[in-house]
């Protein structure tokens, strides 16, 4: 489970902030919380913020981290030729609105429990990047009997001797010969199949990230078709009862190999047609997949990964999860990651919104509910509704209608608005 994801100096984050999953010491919705390697753990973290405030660079660090530790093995130079291509090479982007920043490092860290170990043993892990190099890197680990002290499995900093721990001797050698400026050590050692290195870029890979923001993105996962899918009945089923939980509407699949033309051997495409029952009658009606509505086509696209993550306890981040889908929709996949019956494995839901329809506290405690502001100077800031104090200093009680209250801007993370009197008709140029 992920415990705190903490980042520094990216896109419109200038200091630090932490979107911290620890449980405070509040009592609403006890039942939200996962006690792990010694710790009270959350589910569910909601962000919000205004258009333009930031709250989609949350979910873009996060993004930008997991894309480094699995891709940086390919960056660099080998024998005085580029490895990478500049299509996929993305730099990182500073806090570009002052001189200060713009030249300094960005720095992404996150500790997390190995739900696959089963051990409660606590990872830290966290990179610093400048232009294109990593100028330091770093990985502790605590194990759940120890208190406040974490072992050093290895540190790298720029001009200083890297230090690893508890590595066969092989394995140092072939990560000190290996390793460029650019490239990340536990990205280059998973790909040496050096089990320590592999099991932090594994956690990484076993989270999903989606940007329902994104229309290529929506195009792109409406899709792709669930493992499985093409020969298994039972997957298939498994879709259906998925899809009831909304719309009951929908009975059964039906799947065809489009033949390619020429006899090319290219990437398989399939017919997908959804069977409907009829109003007057017990028959059914067969329309494509792809007349369905963009609602249900979002749930297809998020079927994959909420199957994923709740089967393996990984992490799912979502930007705009509520786009196109229906509040109570919405709330019914934040309920699936409550509940203890299905959530079986601790999965955990952090998504961006705009929904006001959960910003309440008969679904959220105050700690699971995050905001993003833009402060006058254009730095984002990143707070939790617990944390929020008013300008008396006092702080948000837990019977406070948090919606009505979010929306009269009592909170922050909310735009400015003023009347769009540029829009005025019979006002042209000449008058």
Do not use: C
Request: no cysteine.
């Amino acid at each position: 489970m992920l415990i705190q994801f903490n980042f520094k100096n990216f896109k419109s984050f200038r200091d630090e902030v932490s979107l911290d999953l620890s449980a405070t010491k509040i009592t609403e919705h006890e039942e939200h919380i996962v006690e792990i390697a010694n710790d009270k753990l959350l589910r569910v973290a909601a962000i919000y913020g205004a258009n333009a405030s930031g709250k989609s660079n949350v979910y873009n660090a996060f993004e930008y981290m997991t894309y480094y530790v699995l891709e940086s093995f390919k960056f660099g130079d080998e024998d005085g030729r580029r490895r990478k291509k500049e299509e996929d090479y993305q730099k990182v982007i500073p806090f570009l609105f002052d001189e200060n920043s713009r030249n300094q490092e960005t720095t992404f860290e996150v500790f997390y429990v190995d739900n696959a170990e089963q051990t409660g043993k606590i990872y830290q892990y966290g990179f610093s990047l400048k232009d294109s190099e990593v100028v330091e890197e770093w990985l502790y680990s605590k194990a759940k009997t120890a208190r406040n002290t974490y072992r050093t499995i290895f540190y790298r900093k720029s001009g200083e001797e890297l230090e690893m721990n508890g590595f066969g001797k092989n394995h140092v050698e072939n990560i000190k010969s290996a390793l460029n400026k650019e490239s990340l050590i536990v990205s280059l050692g998973a790909k040496l199949r050096i089990a320590k290195l592999k099991k932090v870029r594994d956690w990484f890979l076993e989270n999903e990230v989606v940007n329902f923001g994104d229309p290529a993105e929506n195009y792109f996962r409406s899709r792709m078709l669930p493992q499985g899918f093409v020969t298994s009945k039972d997957i298939q089923k498994n879709v259906v009862e998925y899809f009831s939980s909304f719309d009951e509407s929908i009975q059964d699949f039906s799947v065809e190999e489009i033949p390619q033309e020429d006899g090319k051997e290219t990437e398989k495409n399939y017919q997908i047609d959804t069977f409907h029952k009829m109003a007057d009658s017990d028959k059914t009606v067969s329309i494509s997949l792809s007349q369905e509505s963009n609602g249900t086509l979002k749930m297809f696209a998020l079927y994959p990964s909420l199957k994923e993550v709740l089967e393996h306890g990984a992490v799912l981040f979502v930007d705009e999860l509520n786009a196109r889908l229906h509040p109570l929709l919405v709330r019914n996949i934040i309920l699936t990651f409550l509940s203890p019956e299905i959530n079986t494995k601790n999965a955990q839901l952090i998504f961006t919104t705009h929904d006001v329809w959960q910003f309440s506290n008969e679904l959220l405690r105050r700690d699971e509910i995050w905001m993003v502001d833009k402060k006058q100077d254009g730095a984002s800031d990143l707070y939790s509704l617990v944390e929020f104090k008013d300008e008396e200093g006092i702080k948000i009680r837990r019977d406070e209608v948090n919606a009505k209250k979010y929306m009269t801007g009592s909170y922050g993370a909310i735009p400015a608005l003023k009347p769009m009197k540029m829009l005025r008709g019979g006002t042209g140029d000449g008058e």
